[in-house]
């Protein structure tokens, strides 16, 4: 079974770029609104970004001006290019459909890890 893999996180500092990917099956890549996602310690997880299947894109306000979200529907992956990143940022990242599903029996994937030095 396909699963959801997330990719592209690491440590970086403030102000610099990520590019973060997330493949998964197509079933679910191409027929829904996909989401990035994330979850600092503590906190609760919270939708940074989505982009629906006509390309339409959403953003939070914290990324609203430095992420932005794609999709490439041909290889079931969707990208979130994160630049002049903030410490705040710091999270582990996950994508999912908006709102978010089981996809092969699993909510959410492991994520990828984003630290942002100051």
């Known amino acids: 079974q396909v699963q959801v893999v997330e990719s592209g996180g690491g440590l970086v500092q403030a102000g610099g770029s990520l590019r973060l990917s997330c493949t998964g099956p197509?079933?679910?890549?191409?027929?829904?609104?996909m989401g990035w996602y994330r979850q600092a310690p503590g906190k609760q997880r919270e939708l940074v970004a989505s982009?629906?299947?006509?390309?339409?894109?959403n953003y939070a306000d914290s990324a609203k001006g430095r992420f932005t979200i794609s999709r490439d529907k041909d290889k079931n992956t969707v990208y979130l290019q994160m630049n002049s990143l903030k410490p705040e940022d710091t999270a582990v990242y996950y994508c999912?459909?908006?709102?978010?599903?089981?996809?092969?029996?699993?909510?959410w994937g492991q994520g990828t890890q984003v630290t942002v030095s100051s």
């Open positions: 197509g079933s679910i890549f191409s027929h829904n609104t």
């Open positions: 999912n459909a908006v709102p978010p599903i089981f996809i092969t029996n699993v909510l």
């Open positions: 982009v629906t299947t006509g390309g339409d894109t």
